[in-house]
């Protein structure tokens, strides 16, 4: 087998894992977030659900705004770096992404909080504190996805396939799930403690993917130095 050869199998290896992974992630992500909502719907009172589906809608939509196309920046220009060894064009694109992704996420985070205060209570019944709540909710979920897609850069798909996705990944999921119904064993649950339990998981989940993403990160040069 020719050189030429033995790369295009690997590339042909490489593509067929990274598809798998992809495809078990997302799929997997969300049939959790299908199992989670069954079980809400059991467990809440019928306008609470409907108050928590309200809000998820509205901090999707606003965190998809704040990302502001900078996840799929932060993949291409990662992965191009790194494949032409490039680290301090690497670094560059990393202090770039974050300090445009942060004023961006504040800024939608601001502004769905914002325009929530402004919805008819008839309309969109919420408790006073919702405002906060849907902030700090539309931040961490726009911080989720950059990751994800930075571990996507740096050719990590097995760690963005699991921490991935709009539906907040199967690890996040699961965790908020066990959470939940361990919670809804001893005491009532509310949407209050549904947030607080989701805050809980987003958080633990960026920290772990900050902690690894450096990690992977030191790894990759490492061997772009070999």
Known sequence: MTPTDQTAEILLCRLRRGTMLTA????????????LHIFLARTLETS????????WSWTTLFSLIGIFG????????????????DLRRA???????????????VASALLGALLLQLVPA??????????????????????????AEMFRGIHHLFAASLFGGM?????????VLVMLATWSCFWPLSVKTLIWVIYLALGFKCVVRA????????????????
């Open 122 to 147: 008839a309309w969109f019944p919420l408790p006073t504190t919702s405002a906060t709540a849907v902030a700090v909710w539309i931040a961490l979920l726009a911080v989720s996805q950059i990751q």
């Open 91 to 105: 670094r560059q694109t990393l202090r770039q992404i974050t300090s445009l992704s942060a004023a961006s996420i």
């Open 211 to 226: 902690t690894s993403a450096d990690g992977h990160r030191e790894a990759k040069a490492d061997q772009s130095l070999c």
């Open 48 to 55: 609470e659900y409907a108050m928590f589906v309200l809000v």
């Open 24 to 35: 078990v992630g997302r799929i997997s992500g969300m049939g959790t977030v299908f199992i």
């Open 167 to 175: 539906s907040g990944g199967l690890v996040s999921n699961l965790a």
């Open 70 to 85: 900078l996840s799929t920046l932060a993949c291409r220009y990662l992965a191009e770096s790194f494949a032409k060894g």
